[in-house]
């Protein structure tokens, strides 16, 4: 199963000169707690900014996969990949989309859940989330929070 995560405004902004324009610690645990310990895939310029979040702890994930255009590039803590799309189809563990715009919108027609955490208040962004096909999915789960709502969304199955 293929689960793509992320919060973004009304407007879908997720992200402002590589960070995240807004720190809500409920919707940070709620990352947290459905993504620990899993197995990640991430682009390079989200792998570097979290990297600035935890310093030198390491990610708290289990086995993480960044996608990079860098051919020479290792990395200690993480499984370097070049093509997102022949990793998706060859995939064979659950796997959690963690961003950014550019993976987001590479692993979207593979996606199997969508966990949207919508944040209430406006935010100034220079990256957005992707459009979305939601005819694709429908929504199966949502919780209205002071500052977030919550939503999952599972793709619609067609004979």
Known sequence: MISLIWAMTKEFVIGKNNQIPWHIKEDLLYYKNHTKGKTVLMGEQTYYSLKGY?????????????????PNLVLE???????????LKTQKEDLWV????????LCLPYADRLYISIIKKNYEGDTFFPQIDFSKY???WKEDKEEVIYTLFERVVTA
Do not use: C, W
């Open 54 to 70: 935890y310093k030198t702890r390491p990610l708290p994930y289990g086995t993480i996969y960044v996608a990079s255009l860098n």
């Open 77 to 87: 803590d993480a499984l370097v990949i070049h093509d997102v799309e022949e990793f």
């Open 98 to 105: 963690v961003g950014g715009a550019t993976i987001y919108k």
């Open 138 to 140: 429908q929504m199966i």
